[in-house]
């Protein structure tokens, strides 16, 4: 296992990302599908209107997962194991062969609905950077005053993202500025996810999950909310529909990862910023945004790491 393909999650949008694909029989392609499952013109969801919303947001972050997965494996790179942060993990079950695009697509309709009915406002996330998990652990508790607040992701060692009210969050960014945080700002996420304040969404996910047929991966699948590697149909299912409502291992998982062989790390688009975690924890390793890079230059580097296997 040398070379893993990360899909970001909601917040790495930007206006006109899916414009910005490579022009590659792959992307139209699956553009194209996108738009006649979703009844709709896939340009509508990459407006930066649009994606102030959750539903264009985290469709569009899917359409491009898959359609970068998909030119990467007809020009024949090698990936050996996927990974997605949040809605992320749904282009990472595609390309792995476990869940059909199209299913996808309404799955993550279904989980962006419900996450914005559920919260339209008063709700977000907070990135706390430059203070440790317990540090920002003791901050989270004393910052919820009776509104909910919880931490949502470990990113890196110095890096936490939190959820949770508007107030709470407020307090607690005061709170850690005070304490010596680098960094504490507001994501571009409208909901708290990956708290249990999103429950009921796994359990409509859940249900709806049992109307479609999931495989077992054809490339390994690695779970960042279980911080493993998952391959069981039912627990890819379970993965899926629950890891809305529950904390993403993020630095857990790439160390798994670079425990496996793992060596070059390539980030879907759009942006760097799961790279950019793989490098400041491993600058050993090569990782790379695929945005950054024309096509031919990927499948370079893709092509040599196979010559070291």
């Known amino acids: 296992m040398r070379t893993a393909l990360l899909f970001p999650g909601q917040g790495a949008q930007r206006p006109g990302m899916l414009s910005a694909l490579p022009d590659h029989p792959a992307a139209r392609s699956t553009r194209a599908e996108a738009a006649d499952t979703l009844g709709q013109d896939w340009r509508a969801l990459e407006s930066a209107e649009a994606l102030e919303g959750?539903?264009?947001?985290?469709?569009?972050?899917?359409?491009?997962?898959?359609?970068?997965?998909?030119?990467?494996?007809?020009?024949?790179?090698?990936?050996?194991?996927?990974?997605?942060?949040?809605?992320?993990?749904?282009?990472?079950?595609?390309?792995?062969?476990?869940?059909?695009?199209?299913?996808?697509?309404?799955?993550?309709?279904?989980?962006?609905?419900?996450?914005?009915?559920?919260?339209?406002?008063?709700?977000?996330?907070?990135?706390i950077v430059g203070l440790t998990a317990r540090r920002v652990a003791a901050l989270v508790e004393a910052a919820r005053e009776g509104a909910p607040l919880y931490i949502s992701n470990d990113n890196a060692p110095l890096q936490q993202v939190i959820s949770g009210a508007d107030e709470a969050l407020a307090r607690a960014c005061a709170a850690a500025l005070d304490a010596g945080a680098r960094k504490a700002e507001r994501l571009h996420v409208a909901t708290p996810s990956h708290c249990p304040l999103l429950d009921p969404v796994a359990v409509s996910l859940m249900e709806a999950f049992r109307t479609v047929e999931m495989r077992a991966p054809r490339i390994a699948y690695a779970s960042a909310s279980r911080a493993r590697m998952i391959s069981d149909p039912a627990a890819l299912a379970e993965d899926l529909s629950r890891n809305v409502a529950q904390p993403v291992r993020w630095r857990e998982t790439t160390e798994l990862l670079v425990e496996r062989g793992v060596r070059l790390f390539l980030q879907a688009p759009p942006g760097s910023v799961l790279t950019d975690l793989v490098g400041e924890?491993?600058?050993?390793?090569?990782?790379?945004?695929?945005?950054?890079?024309p096509l031919k230059s990927v499948l370079y580097l893709a092509a040599h790491d196979d010559e070291k296997r």
């Not at 947001?57 to 494996?73: D, E, K, P, S």
């Not at 799955?107 to 996450?115: G, H, I, N």
């Not at 924890?281 to 890079?293: K, Q």
């Open 281 to 293: 924890a491993h600058p050993e390793l090569r990782s790379v945004s695929l945005e950054t890079l």
């Open 54 to 127: 959750t539903l264009a947001a985290q469709l569009a972050l899917l359409i491009a997962g898959v359609a970068t997965a998909r030119m990467l494996a007809a020009e024949g790179a090698r990936v050996d194991v996927v990974l997605g942060q949040s809605v992320g993990a749904f282009p990472a079950a595609v390309a792995a062969g476990c869940l059909a695009f199209a299913d996808a697509l309404k799955l993550v309709r279904l989980r962006a609905s419900d996450m914005a009915r559920l919260y339209p406002s008063g709700f977000g996330m907070v990135a």
